[in-house]
Structure formats: structure tokens, C-alpha cells
């Protein structure tokens, strides 16, 4: 089989398990830069041509869209479609996790847990914004940021307003949350491949800050996740249309709460902390589809 990975970084930890664990299971593999990509449309004759030549005979892709790049990468997963390539990510669902306020109302049509999140049109009555939330301390959070950018903790009624009121005054997006307080700085995420959780990790920040993201100086350890955790992030890769995802929750007094569902979630820190082979379980799921 040939599988085409979308990244624009070979190097990078992710693309670079992936690629050797298609090529562990004797399938023809290469790494596409997507933004390299170019489309060609045309009545029934979609086609992408790559560094002048056209690609064919590719059976499956597996998109490692960064966010920055969202609408482009999206373009070409679409185009791969219209080709009648099987793709990991399907394109509409790629757009839905992007977009974190509809991911929300996705999520919550679902019924399924969420921080009370509250989002605006750049309102100027920023203290109701706040008490709608649930009042500081709050977590606002820009409607595109990832790995933890673009989130500010703001302890106080005050400083909270102060920070919408700049948000707004840029003309950025932002939607503010209720801070969760008993989950004292920790997340957890699962790792879904095609209907199953097969690896998950609890991330915890360090000390003196509140994102867990390991990016952000967090570290991660291995958890079995309780049934109603487990449920709540199979509904949710479900319900978002997502065959591959990284299910990030927050443990609450009143269960498990959905902080985002990430459609090309990192490999790295799993991968330690769990000890299993996710690369390979992404490839296995590609041949059960191909």
C-alpha cells in the first residue's frame, strides 16, 4: 500500500514514527509538505501535482495539518478526497476541531461535560462576561491558540476584565472559562484510534504555572482512565466526526470535562509516558480501512 503522510517536517517526532512504523509494515510510505501541494480541478479529473510531478497512486494519506497552515492543509485533504483516497482526518472534521468555540457547541449538543465557556462579540460589558463564567478566577483563551499559547489565567475579577478588554480592543477573538480548581493544574489525554482509547497519560504543569501542556514545561505519566472518562472521550471523537484524536479532560467534582479535541495530537509524549506503539496502531488502522 501507498501511504502519503501530510507534514511539513519530516524530522519532526511524530512524522518520523509514523513514517517507520508504515515502513515496519512493508508499505510504500513517503512524507508530502502539503503546502507544497498544488490543486488541480477540473471535471471529473481532481489531481495534485508535487514539485512538478502528479501524484497517483496513492491509497491512503494521514494529515499532519499544523494549525497555521488549516485552511491550505484542508484544501489538499479535500482535493485527496475528490480523488477517492482514504484519509485518517477527514477534511469537514479537520475544520470542526480547528474551530474551538464550534467544537464546543458540538460537544455540548452531545452532552457531554464542558468548563462553563462564555463567548461574545466583543462585548464591552466585560463584567458580565466574567460572572457568566463564574467569576475569577476565569481562563481566557484565543479562539486559535494551540499548545498552550494564546491562554491567560486571570486570579481576579479585575485583571480579568483588563484582559478581555485588551483582547477586544485588537479586534481578537477570545471565549473565557471557568477555572477549574480541584484539578489542580493537571489535564489527561486520550489517545483515540478508530473507536478505541489506546493509550492515555495524565499531564500535570509545574509548579507556578497552570497549563500542563508539555510544551509549556509539564510532564506526563501513565493513567487508567475510569469508565465515565473512557465513554466521554469516545462520544467525543465521535460526535466530532474524528477516527484519530487526542481527547484532553479535566478532572471535576461533577465528572470528566472536555478542554478540546485535537485532530493531529503529538505521538512524543505518549509514546513515553505509555510505552505503546501508537504509530503503529495509526498505521493498523489505515490497512483495516484500505
Not at 524530522?11 to 507544497?36: F, M, W
Not at 488541480?40 to 502528479?54: D, L, S, V, W
Not at 477516527?243 to 493531529?264: A, R, T, Y
Amino acid at each position: 500500500m501507498k501511504i502519503a503522510i501530510l507534514s511539513r517536517n519530516p524530522n519532526l517526532y511524530s512524522t518520523r514514527r509514523i513514517y517507520e512504523a508504515g515502513l515496519q509494515r512493508k508499505h510504500d510510505v513517503i512524507i508530502l509538505d502539503h503546502t507544497k501541494c498544488d490543486l488541480i480541478i477540473e471535471k471529473r479529473n481532481p489531481y495534485i501535482m508535487y514539485k512538478g510531478k502528479k501524484l497517483d497512486k496513492v491509497d491512503a494519506v494521514i494529515p499532519r495539518i499544523g494549525a497555521s497552515v488549516t485552511f491550505y492543509g484542508t484544501a489538499v485533504v479535500r482535493q485527496f478526497e475528490m480523488m477517492k483516497v482514504f484519509t485518517t482526518i477527514e477534511s469537514q472534521a479537520l475544520i470542526r476541531s480547528r474551530d474551538k468555540l464550534r467544537s464546543f457547541q458540538i460537544l455540548s449538543r452531545a452532552g457531554l461535560g464542558l468548563p462553563k465557556t462564555v463567548f461574545t462579540n466583543y462585548s464591552r460589558n466585560v463584567k458580565e462576561i466574567v460572572q457568566s463564567a463564574g467569576g475569577a478566577p476565569v481562563v481566557v483563551k484565543l479562539l486559535e491558540g494551540t499548545q498552550g499559547l494564546g491562554v491567560v489565567l486571570a486570579e481576579t475579577d479585575n485583571a480579568a476584565e483588563s484582559v478581555i478588554e485588551a483582547f477586544n480592543g485588537l479586534k481578537v477573538r477570545v471565549i473565557v472559562q471557568e477555572f477549574i480548581r480541584e484539578a489542580l493544574g493537571a489535564d489527561i489525554r486520550a489517545f483515540v484510534v478508530d473507536g478505541v482509547v489506546i493509550g492515555a497519560m495524565k499531564r500535570q504543569a509545574k509548579k507556578g504555572e497552570f497549563r500542563s501542556n508539555l510544551h509549556r514545561g509539564g510532564t506526563a505519566q501513565l493513567i487508567g482512565l475510569t469508565e465515565e472518562e473512557e465513554n466521554a472521550a469516545l462520544k467525543a471523537a465521535r460526535v466530532m466526526g474524528l477516527g484519530i484524536c487526542g481527547v484532553d479532560m479535566l478532572q471535576s467534582k461533577n465528572g470528566p470535562l472536555i478542554l478540546e479535541v485535537n485532530s493531529s495530537p503529538g505521538l512524543e509524549g505518549i509514546e513515553q509516558a505509555t510505552g505503546i506503539n501508537i504509530a503503529k496502531s495509526i498505521i493498523r488502522y489505515v490497512e483495516r480501512h484500505v
